[in-house]
Nanobody, 126 residues
Framework: QVQLVESGGGLVQAGGSLRLSCAASGGMFSTRVMGWFRQAPEKEREFVASISQSGCSTDYAGSVKGRFTISRDNAKNTVYLQMNSLRPEDTAVYYC???????????????????WGKGTQVTVSS
């Protein structure tokens, strides 16, 4: 069983930056694709970014491409989301997710991921 704990959320002014962290436990971190999703009030949870097991491959939603950077440190069992140039529409609860070890599938869909953190609130004021 994988446990994920997000941190780093908070209140920031538009144009500012935040770095989210997700600490994983339960083993086999380096064999799992990691993802970030977010959910705003009255909206569906949506894909933000994903990163391959080695960290060599990343993918981003069009709305965050060029502003957000996902990374991972397998030695620390941690995945990060660096968020720059934040906008009010980025306001949401951000969730860290992990898939099953070396699990194939579409990385942009929620159903791919087996494990989820409880989320961290990001609020961007105008």
């Amino acid at each position: 069983q994988v446990q994920l704990v997000e941190s780093g959320g908070g209140l920031v002014q538009a144009g500012g930056s935040l770095r989210l962290s997700c600490a994983a436990s339960g083993g086999m971190f380096s064999t799992r694709v990691m993802g970030w999703f977010r959910q705003a009030p009255e909206k569906e949870r949506e894909f933000v970014a994903s990163i391959s097991q080695s960290g060599c491959s990343t993918d981003y939603a069009g709305s965050v491409k060029g502003r957000f950077t996902i990374s991972r440190d397998n030695a620390k069992n941690t995945v990060y989301l660096q968020m720059n140039s934040l906008r009010p529409e980025d306001t949401a609860v951000y969730y860290c997710a992990a898939d099953r070890t070396f699990w194939p599938g579409e990385l942009r869909v929620l159903s791919h991921y087996a494990y989820w953190g409880k989320g961290t609130q990001v609020t961007v004021s105008s």
